[in-house]
């Protein structure tokens, strides 16, 4: 499994906590940034991830702001990203369990680094339950697809492994 990563400034020493645990994991991580001290819109960044996630490139990506929600707006823009801010151990199991979602969003202002590493264990050990919510979910690609008239115009800069 190859991961994901971005932040903006609010969420860069979240995403250096999570980036350690998920490398004491053996979980190989794609840097897209922010750097630190730098003072960037999450936007930009979060697109980045969720372009690699939906070109394949990625297999999920996690991404940090000040509180998520930022990050996953930006990353709901990009056809085939089911982005979900997660705030506990529940929430992370059933963005994945109920929702499938390949993106999690994380607030560097309202988590510790040890929660975090909890609410990711969470989320990448929890399974797609699919069934009724395989259904559900694929009613949420149509509303995508109706939705989203043009495909993504350029092919994702992976930048290399941590």
């Known amino acids: ?82 982005a979900a801010v997660c705030w506990d151990l529940f929430t992370a199991s059933v963005s994945r369990r109920h929702n499938d979602a390949n993106c999690l969003a994380l607030g560097g202002r309202v988590l510790t680094a040890e929660q975090a590493a909890a609410i990711v264990d969470a989320w990448l050990e929890a399974p797609f339950e699919g069934g009724r919510h395989e259904r559900r979910v694929n009613k949420v690609r149509a509303l995508e697809s109706a939705n989203f008239k043009t495909v993504m115009r350029r092919k994702p800069h992976v930048p290399t492994e941590r």
């Open 1 to 82: 499994m190859k991961i994901a990563l971005a932040s903006d400034h609010a969420g860069f020493d979240l995403k250096s906590a999570v980036a350690a645990h998920l490398e004491r994991r053996g979980i190989a991580c794609a840097d897209f940034g922010c750097g630190p001290g730098e003072i960037v819109d999450y936007v930009d960044y979060a697109a980045r991830a969720a372009e690699c996630v939906a070109a394949g490139a990625c297999d999920r990506a996690i991404l940090f702001c000040g509180t998520g929600i930022g990050m996953a707006l930006a990353a709901n823009k990009v056809r085939g990203v089911r």
